[in-house]
Nanobody
């Protein structure tokens, strides 16, 4: 069973930045697509971004393009989410997710991912 642990959440003012990290319990990241989802209060969990296990292919939700950047360090079994120019509407619990295989542009659904972290809260104040 793969375990994913997120960290780096917190409270930040609008326009600020945060970097989230997600570390896997084993060396799965070398062959897994890694992604981030988020869930705001009263809303469904939504896709944010994902990265392939090699080659650096990435996909982003339109709402975060140009502001968020996903990256990974397979040697550390860790994926990162750099969030810049944060807005109050970015407030949510952010979840790390993983799936075995390749990444394509359609992999934006929760059902596409097999493993999930517990989430980390990000709050952006106006």
């Amino acid at each position: 069973q793969v375990q994913l642990v997120e960290s780096g959440g917190g409270l930040v003012q609008a326009g600020g930045s945060l970097r989230l990290s997600c570390t896997a319990s084993e060396r799965t990241t070398s062959r897994h697509v890694m992604g981030w989802f988020r869930q705001a209060p009263g809303k469904e969990r939504e896709f944010v971004t994902a990265i392939s296990w090699v080659g650096g292919y990435t996909i982003y939700a339109d709402s975060v393009k140009g502001r968020f950047t996903i990256s990974r360090d397979n040697a550390k079994n860790t994926v990162y989410l750099q969030m810049n120019s944060l807005k109050p509407e970015d407030t949510a619990v952010y979840y790390c997710a993983a799936r075995f295989g390749v990444l394509n542009s359609a992999n934006t659904r929760m059902n596409d991912y097999d493993y999930w972290g517990q989430g980390t809260q990000v709050t952006v104040s106006s």
